[in-house]
């Protein structure tokens, strides 16, 4: 009896097969080959534009980076170049007195013992303690502590942090997560997962489900157009919140650096002050009279705007006797628009009816109207503008102090400016 069924049932499923095969041969025949293309292309066409963006924002990102790297370096140099100057001097006045000490009191143990706190050559002495504090090479101290902040070479510290952050070479980090999804090479990222919906070629997906007869075009339209929009909202949000990531970590950037910045100055200036005081004390004690000093100008001019310390990524700079300060910071904080153009390298500001026109390295400046003189032409001072601080007062009407003991330039404006994020 088994063996009767078994050649019916056979015969049963080979037709089956052959009616279910002959179907989908049909409605493989019947397969839009435009839509399919028209599918690729549109998702082709998306693939390059968010590309395009991604490309864009990581270059400026770089620029950013890059010209945050300049500044910083230089305030470190400047102050590097000061504190060993100032060392120089400090060890050819030491020196001199010395001499003349000798030629009154003789070779004698107190000489010997005070020699001690004036050479940096003796280990834990007033000027070795010094010329420590204001060396990079000894580890652990002022300027040491400083340079790794700012020198991505030193693993973990402020600048090597941010570097990552915006390097796609750093696996895991912001950048390298936002390159994963908008490139369709790494599977299972959003650009991957919108391609194998849009390409035929991958099996399982929308489009291959079409291809092979599985779902109608209706069907297909439907569901491409549902995996469209999930996808595309998800890479948009996903942007915006790796943008604001990095918008983040450059400000924390910046304001460590700056914060790490003041501690080295004070650390110098009072062991500066700590050694000498030392160095004269002992001077008194064996020979009567201490010495005295010139002082040490190490402070960076800061900028309070109605009572609020700023805090800028190219701190202000003096020269020629004018204070300059970073144009697009200063007015973007009281409230202006900036726009900045790079052909021929001119800044528009806008605040409320007033305009304000300027191009780097010339002396005139146009504010509605009326033509300004500039004490000194607006420059650019490692990639930013730079404009004279007079001209804060004479372009939107604030009122500017300038404060050379604490090197502090005070701005107050009649409307306070909003808290910037």
């Not at 010094?130 to 101290?141: F, L, M, R, S, V």
């Not at 490139?183 to 099996?203: F, I």
């Amino acid at each position: 009896m088994t063996r009767a069924i078994l050649p019916s049932f056979l015969a049963v499923s080979m037709a089956c097969t052959l009616i279910f095969s002959q179907h989908s041969v049909v409605h493989a025949a019947d397969v839009d080959r435009d839509f399919l293309d028209e599918v690729k292309e549109e998702f082709a066409a998306y693939k390059e534009a968010e590309a395009a963006d991604y490309k864009q924002y990581l270059e400026k990102t770089k620029k950013d980076y890059d010209m945050l790297r300049k500044s910083t370096t230089n305030e470190f140099n400047r102050i590097e170049s000061l504190t060993e100057s100032d060392l120089n001097a400090l060890s050819k006045l030491l020196k001199k007195d010395y001499d003349q000490l000798v030629k009154k009191v003789g070779n004698t143990q107190k000489l010997n013992e005070y020699h001690k706190y004036i050479d940096a050559y003796y280990t834990g002495f007033a000027m070795d303690l010094y010329e420590k504090t204001i060396d990079p090479y000894y580890e652990g101290y002022a300027m040491d502590l400083y340079e790794k902040d700012i020198d991505p070479y030193y693993t973990g510290y402020t600048m090597d942090l941010y570097e990552k952050e915006i390097d796609p070479y750093y696996t895991g980090y912001t950048m390298d997560l936002y390159q994963k999804e908008v490139d369709p090479y790494y599977t299972g990222y959003t650009m991957d997962l919108l391609q194998k919906e849009s390409d035929s070629y991958y099996s399982g997906y929308t489009m291959d489900l079409y291809e092979s007869g599985s779902i109608t075009k209706r069907e297909a339209e439907k569901r491409i157009e549902q995996k469209r929009k999930e996808y595309t909202s998800k890479l948009e949000s996903l942007k915006q919140n790796y943008q604001a990531k990095i918008a983040q970590k450059r400000k924390e950037t910046l304001i460590k650096i700056n914060t790490r910045k003041d501690q080295t100055i004070a650390a110098i200036l009072k062991q500066r002050k700590d050694s000498l005081n030392a160095i004269s004390n002992k001077r008194k004690a064996y020979f009567g009279s201490g010495i005295s000093f010139p002082p040490l100008q190490l402070g960076y001019i800061r900028v309070v705007i109605n009572g609020e310390v700023q805090i800028f990524e190219q701190s202000p700079v003096v020269q020629r006797g004018n204070t300059l300060v970073p144009l697009r910071a200063i007015f973007e904080k009281l409230g202006a628009q900036v726009d900045w153009n790079a052909s021929n390298l001119t800044v528009t500001a806008v605040k409320g009816e007033t305009k304000i026109s300027l191009q780097m390295n010339k002396q005139q400046a146009q504010v509605g109207n009326k033509s300004v003189t500039l004490p000194i032409a607006a420059q650019m001072v490692n990639g930013y503008a730079m404009v004279p601080l007079r001209f804060v007062s004479e372009g939107l009407g604030a009122q500017v102090h300038w404060d050379a003991s604490s090197q502090t330039v005070t701005i107050t404006t009649s409307v306070r400016p909003t808290r910037s994020n």
